[in-house]
């Protein structure tokens, strides 16, 4: 190799002309992100010949002197090899050099030199004035024992993102001390490199981070990708087909003796609560299909059902009845009556606290105790048709008949709202709860992002004019958009595309509402004025009729199996606008209607 190559290789560049490019791509940065590759992965002798025998290096060498001196915790040194390599801003420069002066200091508390440490603080950490937080915690650190200075425990993970949160959780949250030099390579990879340059030091599996975000485009375009399972190839393109997608009737459940007009799936995804106009709630197991728990109290149709964030209680509200009927999940028995509103309540759900909320005609919203024996908070002037809350439980989404959604922080109570254009009988939310989808009254369901109140897409094809419908996201990663539909049909769309994949026409009557299991991404339910619930699945399950009576078998509800589950999603804690101001007479032959 000539000498000009060799300084070249030196500085991390390389005697390869910067023009030189394989399709879009400089040739050089391929090679570094693959000698990396070869060197994560144990192949150092190839990643070594690759790199002498093409002249270039994958770190610059202030860079790969920097690394040495951070990994060996020789903190003095790696203050001076910081002045060699490149960062971004001065902010990102400050930010690295004091977090390695702030582990100089830990190193001399840890031999117990406090005057040494002290004088750091006073000459270097004080004076950057930033992380005041962390320099008030270290400084403190000063009196105390050694025994008291935070190290660093074992950072192991399945996968790179979740050692990557770990890391920067332990290192970044509060000042720890990095004895063990794999830690302090984790260190420099996760919390100090985002704010070098990757010309001095590469981020951490750059080729692979590049082959993934490859991927989950591939996915993301994807229009029918429903699985966990399917692993990216690198040798052909990704592509599914329609046949991961559930469009299948695979039990038809005729226990309801009129039309079905609301349904949730559990939680933990192991029972399915559904609601009919024949005054019925049932509860079933969602592994059988077959019927756990038939609940009587109500004096008129249900038009909602909800389940506690903990699965061990199911609230229904129904047409007619002032009160919302709470339900011991595990015996199948009536626990009380809420009965707090002047009119029927036409809008309810749980917040992750397993508080409940309610809200009615009357322009009240209730916010009730855990016990249902009074009211935490109430809100006024707001008559809602239905709510929903964020998956943490911070926001309390209200749809209400003025053509707004209210935004309502549950700590402070404030309310933030949105004016629409047409009214709607909806709310659905999607798992991570950063979107919302709003059903409205002329046939369009408009996504929402939750954060900025902007309107970001709009679903269309289905008929949605005359009564109170709910559409839900589904599938792996919330990929679809599902609605029911007054055509006696199932819509599916592709949640990002925003393109019509399926009209799904089982039912003989109008689709009143559909919910997506929520740890199946190949299976959601659905109910129909022909008085029949209907699982859908992915094609190959024939259709099964299951019209049983309560098995003996199956009444074992697991109470509190999943009371520490995560709210993942909020669809089943949807309330239906079943409400018609004109009319609560139970004879209506339309009481689900809704009078525009």
Excluded at 123 to 141: C, E, Y
Excluded at 301 to 309: D, H, K, P, R
Aim: with cysteine; charged share 20%.
């Amino acid at each position: 190799m000539s000498k000009q190559g060799r300084d070249a290789s030196a500085n991390g560049v390389s005697s390869l002309d910067h023009v030189d490019r394989i399709g879009s791509f400089a040739k050089l940065e391929m090679l570094r992100v693959v000698a990396q590759m070869l060197h994560e992965n144990g192949l150092r002798s190839s990643a070594q010949h690759l790199q002498s025998a093409v002249g270039f290096s994958c770190e610059s060498t202030p860079g790969q002197q920097f690394r040495q001196v951070v990994v060996a915790g020789d903190w003095s040194a790696a203050v001076d090899a910081a002045q060699n390599i490149h960062f971004p801003s001065k902010q990102s420069k400050a930010k690295v050099v004091y977090l390695l002066e702030e582990q100089h200091v830990l190193q001399l508390l840890l031999t117990n030199d406090k005057v040494g440490a002290l004088k750091l603080i006073r000459r270097h950490l004080t004076p950057a004035a930033i992380f005041k937080d962390r320099l008030r915690t270290i400084s403190g650190l000063v009196m105390q024992p050694v025994a008291a200075i935070p190290i660093s425990t074992s950072w192991t993970a399945e996968t790179e993102d979740d050692l990557r949160a770990q890391v920067t959780t332990t290192a970044v949250e509060s000042p720890v001390a990095l004895q063990d030099t794999q830690h302090r390579q984790l260190w420099l990879d996760y919390v100090l490199q985002p704010d070098i340059s990757s010309d001095d030091v590469m981020p951490p599996g750059r080729l692979v981070t590049l082959l993934e975000q490859a991927a989950t485009l591939q996915r993301q375009a994807c229009l029918y990708h429903n699985t966990h399972g399917s692993q990216p190839s690198l040798l052909q393109d990704h592509k599914c087909t329609r046949d991961g997608v559930p469009r299948t009737v695979s039990h038809v459940l005729t226990n309801h003796t009129d039309e079905v007009w609301c349904l949730a799936f559990s939680h933990s995804g192991r029972y399915l609560a559904t609601g009919s106009k024949d005054k019925r709630v049932i509860i079933w197991s969602a592994d059988s299909f077959q019927q756990v728990h038939e609940l009587h109290g109500h004096g008129s149709g249900i038009t909602c059902v909800a389940w506690s964030a903990n699965d061990q209680t199911v609230v229904s509200i129904s047409e007619a009845d002032s009160y919302a009927n709470v339900w011991d999940a595990q015996g199948g028995i009536s626990v009380t009556k809420v009965d707090f509103h002047s009119r029927p309540p036409t809008a309810i759900c749980f917040l992750p606290d397993n508080r409940l909320v309610t809200g009615a005609p009357d322009a009240l919203i209730a916010l009730h105790t855990t016990r249902f024996d009074g009211q935490d908070h109430v809100w006024d002037d707001i008559m809602s048709s239905d709510m929903v809350t964020t998956p943490n439980g911070n926001t309390l989404i209200v749809a209400c008949h003025q053509r707004k959604i209210h935004f309502i922080s549950t700590s402070t109570y404030v309310d933030e709202s949105i004016q629409l254009a047409q009214r709607m009988s909806s709310l659905s939310i999607a798992q991570d709860g950063g979107v919302l989808l709003a059903s409205m009254l002329n046939s369009t369901i408009i996504a929402i992002d939750v954060e900025t109140k902007v309107v970001l897409h709009t679903y269309e094809g289905h008929i949605h004019k005359r009564f109170s419908l709910r559409a839900c996201f589904g599938g792996f990663n919330d990929s679809f958009v599902i609605s029911a539909s007054e055509d006696n049909s199932i819509y599916l769309w592709s949640r990002q595309q925003r393109l019509p994949l399926e009209k799904l026409q089982e039912h003989d009557g109008a689709v009143n509402q559909v919910d997506w299991h929520p740890r199946n991404p190949e299976v959601f339910a659905s109910v129909s004025d022909d008085k029949t619930v209907r699982i859908w699945g992915t094609v190959g399950r024939g259709a099964v009729t299951t019209n049983m009576a309560a098995d003996a078998n199956l009444g074992e509800y697991p109470h509190n199996r999943y009371e520490n589950d995560s709210k993942e999603t909020t669809d089943e804690d949807q309330s239906d606008d079943d409400y018609d101001e004109d009319s609560s007479d139970d004879s209506s032959d339309a009481p689900n209607e809704i009078d525009v």
